[in-house]
């Protein structure tokens, strides 16, 4: 969850990634075919101030607010920017706010975790799947030849991630380079379910938020997500064994110590 405090430093945020936004719509624009407005004419600007109200929204995204509570939010932010009296003193609020983030962020960890509950039992009723004792379904769709890696294993593989609704949120497929990872490295869902594949095989993981990112959002997954992982699993990197220390010479042998001269 983004802390509130994001709210308050939103606006130096927006001014540091405008550059590479503006890059982004703008090839979009020319995708589309769409003309964008002339730079300095009135339909720019008007542009331009809807998209900061757009990017001020996406720190107000973590309360999942009504339209009733968006009138009362709005009423706050002219009455700050206008410099009107304001009804309430904000920094005696702060922890208030702090206190209804969290509540609204867990409201829909929970609503996902209840959805996602739901999806994993189905995924578990489906013809090969194998739901394992840490919550896990894993369904092995081609069978592999090769070795089954181990925790400590490094793995070369091809996946794609989604969520619940089958939205992609990532892919080595679509970036055209395989990932190449420790097994202990990443989610506890992998490291388990990895170790029942077998080298050249191919995968279903579905694997409950405890096993993934719990409770946190992670970028496009919302918290609480059950998420879904189709994997190749390509290789399984051998390690180079670490090099010997070359062999310690024994040391010179000293020569036997003369006997004492004999007294006169």
């Known amino acids: 969850m983004k802390p509130v405090y994001s ?25 589309e075919g769409t003309a964008e407005p002339a730079e300095g004419s ?22 999942n607010l009504t339209e009733e509570e968006l009138d009362t939010v709005q009423e706050g932010i002219a009455d700050g920017v206008l410099g009107h009296d304001p009804r309430v003193n904000v920094q005696e609020y702060m922890m208030q706010i702090q206190q209804l ?26 013809e090969g799947a194998v739901k394992t004792e840490s919550g896990m379904v894993y369904q092995i769709l081609e069978e592999g030849t090769g070795e089954s890696p181990e925790a400590t294993d490094t793995v070369q593989v091809h996946y794609r991630g989604t969520l619940r609704d089958g939205e992609v949120f990532d892919s080595s497929y679509e970036r055209g380079q395989p990932a190449t990872f420790g097994l202990n490295q990443v989610i506890a869902c992998w490291t388990e379910g990895l170790q029942h594949m077998k080298e050249g095989g191919k995968a279903k993981l ?56 004999a007294g006169g």
């Not at 009135?42 to 309360?63: C, I, P």
């Not at 969290?102 to 489906?126: I, K, N, P, T």
């Open 42 to 63: 009135a339909e720019a600007e008007d542009n331009t101030l809807y998209a900061l109200g757009l990017a001020l929204a996406q720190g107000l995204a973590q309360f």
């Open 206 to 261: 579905v694997c409950p938020p405890d096993l993934a990112y719990g409770d946190r959002a992670q970028g496009p997954i919302p918290a609480g997500s059950t998420l879904v992982f189709e994997v190749e699993l390509l290789d399984v990197v051998e390690q180079e064994a670490p090099a010997e220390p070359p062999a310690a010479e024994p040391p010179a042998e000293e020569p036997p110590s003369e006997p004492p001269p």
């Open 101 to 126: 983030a969290q509540a609204r962020a867990q409201a829909v960890a929970d609503a996902e975790r209840a959805a996602g509950g739901d999806f994993l039992a189905q995924a578990a009723a489906e």
């Open 7 to 31: 709210l308050l430093v939103a606006l130096p945020l927006v001014l540091t990634t405008a550059p590479a936004c503006a890059m982004q719509e703008s090839d979009q624009a020319a995708e």
